[in-house]
């Protein structure tokens, strides 16, 4: 153990070894930020970017998929295949959530990218329409459980004063992904020197290429000291915090010793929490912060909807825009959805939760007003309409990103992967099966007024989230896990 660390509070068992006395939680949040957290940031993180390059790729390869040389795939059958990676997506991360929480983050962060790696791989192969839909089911099963596994694994391992900012930040990186995935389904589609019937394979394995590389850089990501200390392996914990311990201080340039970890805290150690105790811990104990994490999630997830599932048909249909020409304003839009988290992010930890995330809901869901209201009255071109949406998401992915935020930091670290399985289940299915439902109808009856009040919709439930986060919302910033949320394995006061 290094010097600098207070050794009088290591873990240690007590009574008969049934608790444990730890201030691992103290010694991780107290670290300096160093190149050790950003290589765990980047190496867990690009899952969002993974989740946007295939999101992407399959709206970009959908006319080369429907060629009788490629796979023949028809209008329903392209429709169907979303269904079934959204379907994946969500059974991925209800499975991999509960044994994220029951198996450990390492593992299971480990195991979500090799099924994802392997079934995109796959979908490179696909020989029909049956093969593609299992493929694409398996490789949603993979993102979708890595949502759990790696953004309980970030908060667990990265300092409390900084949680917020590195999140949001890390969620942004989706625009990434969707930028790359339409960047390469353009450069594969249209060229001389490769024929279209294999260049959507190539474009597929792009996935595969990028996972290989993160899982190598996933080797040097330890397991979670948190998830480690309650789980009953104190030692290996302890082991893991003197490593980054060692490695940060490493970095500190005037040699200077690391502050004290102040604080512990006791628990009895535990294998799994039974499913009963997870009901209740969510539905009884923790029901407020239940409500306020479905409310998050299922209000950002349908207002995105509304104007990602319109987009390129508001523009074609109302502004008369080439279809060649709407990747430009493609790039617009996920401009301001990029910038928007990374810039905004620090005023999360500083101004804090409940008044950001409150202010961005809100902000966005007014905003998307006016400019509905604009677009009604014929008062936009096609460019200052795609502005518009630029400015609003700019606000709104900031929302969005925190929605994520919180559901991974205000539940204790038992149920913390399964919580976030849950409501991101909750958000999906509003944002991808009722959404869709719903402005599909509104835009195929060419009614600017109908659209209108379908956007209305969208941003009252924005400024629904905002009203719930000013009510009940947990003010998290720059405050341990443990303390916003004591672990059920912690000893009652």
Not at 16 to 27: K, L, V
Not at 81 to 102: C, E, K, N, Q
Request: charge should be neutral.
């Amino acid at each position: 153990m290094p010097a600098d660390a207070a050794p009088s509070a290591r873990s240690a068992p007590r009574e008969r070894g049934e608790w444990i006395e730890t201030n691992i939680p103290a010694r991780l949040d107290r670290l300096p930020w160093r190149r050790w957290h950003t290589m765990v940031v980047i190496s867990l993180g690009i899952t969002w970017l993974l989740d946007g390059l295939e999101g992407n790729l399959s709206g970009a390869l959908a006319g080369i998929l429907q060629r009788p040389d490629t796979l023949g795939l028809t209008d329903a059958q392209m429709g169907l295949s979303g269904s079934i990676y959204l379907l994946g997506s969500v059974t991925g991360a209800l499975v991999f959530g509960y044994a994220t929480d029951r198996l450990g983050r390492k593992k299971l962060f480990s195991v979500t990218l090799m099924l994802y790696l392997g079934a995109t791989a796959a979908t490179a192969f696909s020989w029909n329409f049956v093969s593609f839909a299992l493929f694409r089911a398996l490789t949603g099963a993979g993102i979708g459980g890595e949502y759990a596994a790696i953004n309980s694994a970030i908060d667990e391992l990265i300092p409390g004063r900084v949680r917020g900012h590195a999140d949001l930040a890390i969620n942004s990186s989706f625009w990434v992904g969707a930028a790359l995935g339409s960047m390469a389904a353009l450069l594969l589609l249209n060229n001389s020197w490769l024929s279209p019937s294999f260049s959507w394979r190539f474009a597929f394995a792009i996935g595969a290429i990028v996972g290989l590389a993160v899982l190598t850089m996933r080797r040097h990501v330890p397991e979670s000291p948190r998830w480690l200390m309650v789980h009953g392996e104190p030692a290996e914990a302890e082991r893991i915090v003197d490593d980054i311990e060692r490695q940060v201080s490493a970095e500190r340039a005037d040699g200077s010793p690391l502050p004290p970890a102040e604080g512990t805290i006791r628990l009895r150690r535990r294998h799994r929490v039974p499913w009963g105790e997870i009901w209740r811990a969510m539905a009884h104990q923790h029901r407020q912060r239940s409500l306020l994490g479905f409310t998050l999630m299922v209000t950002q997830a349908f207002f995105y909807n509304a104007v990602l599932f319109t987009f390129g048909l508001v523009l074609l249909r109302y502004y008369h825009v080439p279809a060649q020409r709407l990747p430009l304003y493609l790039v617009l839009l996920a401009l301001g959805n990029f910038l928007g988290p990374p810039l905004m992010g620090r005023l999360f930890d500083t101004v804090g939760r409940r008044t950001m995330i409150a202010a961005t809901y809100i902000l966005s869901g007014v905003l998307l007003a006016v400019t509905s209201w604009m677009f009604r009255e014929g008062m936009l071109t096609a460019f200052t309409q795609a502005l518009s949406w630029c400015v609003i998401f700019f606000v709104a992915s900031a929302a969005a990103s925190s929605a994520y935020l919180t559901v991974s930091e205000i539940f204790p670290l038992e149920i913390r992967a399964i919580a976030i399985a849950l409501f991101y289940v909750c958000g999906t299915f509003a944002g991808g099966v009722f959404g869709p439902a719903l402005f599909g109808y509104l835009v195929g009856t060419g009614s600017r007024e109908l659209l209108f009040r379908g956007y209305l919709a969208g941003a009252a439930a924005m400024i629904v989230g905002g009203v719930v986060e000013a009510a009940i919302g947990v003010d998290a910033e720059g405050r341990s896990l443990e303390s916003i949320a004591q672990p059920l394995a912690a000893e009652d006061d």
